[in-house]
């Protein structure tokens, strides 16, 4: 089993900044892509940013230039940086991870943290 703890959430003005963490413990024998997602009320779950093992990220258009994905592999941890942050980024923060594992030996599955509140007011 794995198991993804976020971190990092909370109330912030607009304009302010916040630091997402996510660690991954468990039966890990390799974390592939790791992510955040978020999901706003009424809204369906969306894609924030993803990250690939070897670092490359990609990002929804909306948070382009203002958010960053980072990793520490000896950490099992992704880290979501997110500055001049705006109401309509309110929302459930989801850490997201696509793991191999030792046991089962060698099966890949994807797993999500429970979630973290991010507040952000006008």
């Known amino acids: 089993q794995v198991r993804l703890v976020e971190s990092g959430g909370g109330l912030v003005q607009a304009g302010g900044s916040l630091r997402l963490s996510c660690a991954a413990s468990?039966?890990?024998?390799?974390?592939?892509?790791m992510g955040w997602y978020r999901q706003a009320p009424g809204k369906q779950r969306e894609l924030v940013a993803r990250i690939t093992s070897g670092g490359s990220t990609n990002y929804v258009d909306s948070v382009k230039a203002r958010f960053t994905i980072s990793r520490d592999n000896a950490k099992n941890t992704v880290y979501l940086q997110m500055d001049s942050l705006k109401p309509e980024d309110t929302a459930v923060y989801y850490c997201n991870a696509v793991v191999t594992t030792t046991q089962p030996m060698g099966l890949t599955s994807t797993y999500w943290g429970r979630g973290t509140q991010v507040t952000v007011s006008s």
């Open positions: 468990g039966s890990i024998f390799r974390i592939n892509d």
